[in-house]
């Protein structure tokens, strides 16, 4: 292996198509064992690796030597062989700049609360206190004499930038949230650290309430092109990272479809997924796999019961399936009556909405709530 990645676990990440179109050189997701990760750096069988949780502490002793900024920070999370002589940096502190300020996120003089004890939050703290924050608070699962409890984090009103260090929140427990930031009545930005979803809770939670949020894509593509300078010992544009930021966003991102019950929904989502080369997902068709019924004997009938039991199965599927990227997804037409569905979809996706008139909708074939024209009239 020349270049790569080391952590676990890697199945979220999205470094291999960063890097080799940032540099041009083939690169290798390696998830290891700490024993596995110690026998590779003791090899030396590599040009340069980055490093991810739960290892940017643990290789500091095989380095040989450390950038000054990695040293400072004491975590690293680039590593360079250079004629069998192991140097580390961190790469991470300039993506974290490159993300706050691609947001409009300057930290003069404000009061920021870190979410996370671990090498992470390591960097993001060197990173505000050098752009001159006034206040650096971490929050952690295990306080202590630098940290405070997260129920303690709440009661700080003045907190004015909030960042998530933490995986809470990562592929595959997307569904978690560290904090809500309703708790801060001051707050003036959010961002995670966490790429996947592309949208997390966390920053849909911000957005929510009007704040500026944003999750750490653009933080991943710059710290990998900084580190493919330090790779290559050159130095690269800035433009790419944008560039690459939006292309990667794009191929990870689910294009939803939603409208009324036959409104053409699945046929062209079916069409979309072959001109596109994406897998294509109907939520109608895993919850009749999953219920082993069609839908008319999930949620047709006299009993609203049938109805309700069907939107049970309907937020499952949509759970499911909401988590994963680069799908097209044709949805049920009650799907975005629920909130929960919504959120969930827009994670990893763009919503678009299928509009045919009334008199072009489709009539029957299996579906229960529109049987007829005066059915989707009332729809």
């Known amino acids: 292996m020349e270049y790569g990645l080391i952590g676990l676990p890697l199945g979220h990440s999205f470094s291999k198509s960063i890097h080799e179109r940032l540099g041009g050189y083939a690169y290798e997701l390696c998830p290891v064992t700490q024993e596995e990760a110690a026998a590779l750096l003791r090899s030396r069988a590599f040009r340069g690796l980055n490093v991810t949780i739960p290892y940017k502490q643990f290789v500091i002793p095989f380095c040989d030597e450390l950038d000054p900024a990695a040293r400072a920070i004491g975590a690293v999370n680039t590593i360079v062989n250079r004629g069998g002589r192991l140097v580390g940096y961190n790469t991470d502190f300039g993506g974290f700049l490159y993300l706050a300020n691609s947001l409009g996120v300057f930290f003069m003089g404000k009061t920021v609360l870190i979410l996370g004890g671990g090498a992470t939050h390591r960097t993001i703290a060197a990173a505000a206190q050098s752009e001159g924050a006034a206040r650096i608070l971490t929050a952690s699962r295990t306080p202590g004499p630098d940290r405070i409890s997260y129920e303690q984090a709440r009661g700080e009103a003045g907190v004015q930038i909030l960042v998530n260090a ?73 433009e790419p990272i944008a560039v690459i930021t939006r292309e990667i966003w794009a191929q990870r991102a689910n294009i939803v479809l939603t409208g009324m019950p036959g409104s053409g929904k699945t046929s062209l989502g079916e069409a979309l997924a072959r ?105």
């Open 275 to 379: 001109w596109l080369g994406r897998a294509f997902v109907d939520t109608d068709a895993l919850i009749v796999q999953a219920a082993g019924k069609p839908i008319a004997q999930l949620s047709g009938g006299e009993a609203k019961q049938g109805e309700a039991a069907f939107r049970v199965l309907e937020e499952e599927a949509v759970a499911r399936v909401a988590k994963e990227t680069g799908q097209v997804i044709s949805t049920g037409g009650g799907c975005i009556l629920r909130q929960a569905n919504v959120d969930r979809l827009r994670q990893n996706g763009v919503l678009l909405h299928v509009y045919r008139p009334l008199e072009q909708l489709s009539i029957g074939g299996g579906r229960p709530l529109s049987q007829s024209r005066a059915d989707n009239e009332a729809l």
């Open 166 to 238: 933490t995986p809470v929140g990562m592929y595959p427990q997307v569904d978690d949230c560290p904090i809500d930031p309703a708790a801060f009545p001051a707050l003036e930005a959010v961002l995670d650290v966490v790429y996947n979803p592309l949208e997390t809770r966390l920053v849909q939670a911000a957005r929510a309430l009007g704040i500026p949020a944003g999750g750490g894509l653009a933080m991943l593509t710059a710290q990998a092109k900084y580190a493919a300078e330090r790779f290559l010992d050159t130095v690269l544009p800035e």
